[in-house]
């Protein structure tokens, strides 16, 4: 079956970087796109951009160009995000899901608090 | 971007009631529509896509309806355990966009 596990819980300081992982199981990861989404407290769902495995090619929210940087490992079937310059408003958790067309699964999500 | 509106933002319903939840595009996204469902601490899950398929392994009394702007998520008769928030995505453009969601209650 599908299953995305991201990593753990992330406490970092402003204006550091921090870097959250997804890896996939249960299908080939190399012919599905996979998209981040963000969810800060109390609000809505955001979309940040997606990944194709297989080539490398991305695509972003322009919001979040500069902010977000996207990559994948073809070897151990993880994709990553990297979150750079962060900033109180970047507390939030981060999910990534599975979409060649819909978002069709999606990982747990990742917390990520940013505080000194 | 394109706007995605959803109302009403907080439903409260009783078991077995038929319950209607809204989602509005501030343009017409030609039913590249679909429908999320979130429960507390838990990451989003696929009910329904393009309007008005049923994703694999949601019960048939979650549908979906709607075209242009409007569109439509109906639970035929709510069940405990469909106490969740629920939001609307667009993909018919980019970015993609989400509602803001409705969080339904039980009454």
């Known amino acids: 079956q599908v299953q995305l596990q991201q990593s753990g819980t992330e406490l970092v300081k402003p204006a550091s970087s921090v870097k959250i992982s997804c890896k996939a199981s249960g299908y080939t990861f190399t012919s599905n796109y996979m998209h981040w989404i963000r969810q800060q407290p109390g609000n809505g769902l955001e979309w940040i951009g997606w990944i194709y495995p297989g080539n490398g090619n991305t695509k972003y929210n322009q919001k979040f160009d500069g902010k977000a940087t996207l990559t994948a490992d073809k070897s151990s079937s993880t994709a990553y995000m990297q979150l750079s310059s962060l900033t109180s408003e970047d507390s939030a958790v981060y999910f990534c899901?599975?979409?060649?067309?819909?978002?069709?699964?999606w990982g747990q999500g990742v917390m990520v608090t940013v505080s000194s | 971007d394109i706007q995605m509106t959803q109302s009403p933002s907080f439903l409260s319903a009783s078991v077995g009631e038929r319950v209607t939840l809204s989602c509005r595009a501030s343009?017409?996204?030609?039913?590249?529509l679909d429908w999320y469902q979130q429960k507390l601490g838990e990451a989003p899950k696929l009910l329904i896509y393009n309007t008005n398929n049923l994703h694999t392994g949601i019960p048939s009394r979650f549908s979906g309806s709607g075209s242009g702007t409007d569109y439509t998520l109906t639970i035929s008769s709510l069940q405990p355990e469909d106490v969740a928030t629920y939001f609307c995505l667009q993909r018919n453009s980019w970015p993609r966009t989400f509602g803001g969601g409705t969080k339904l209650e039980l009454k």
């Open positions: 899901a599975r979409g060649r067309t819909t978002l069709d699964y």
């Open positions: 343009q017409n996204i030609n039913k590249y």
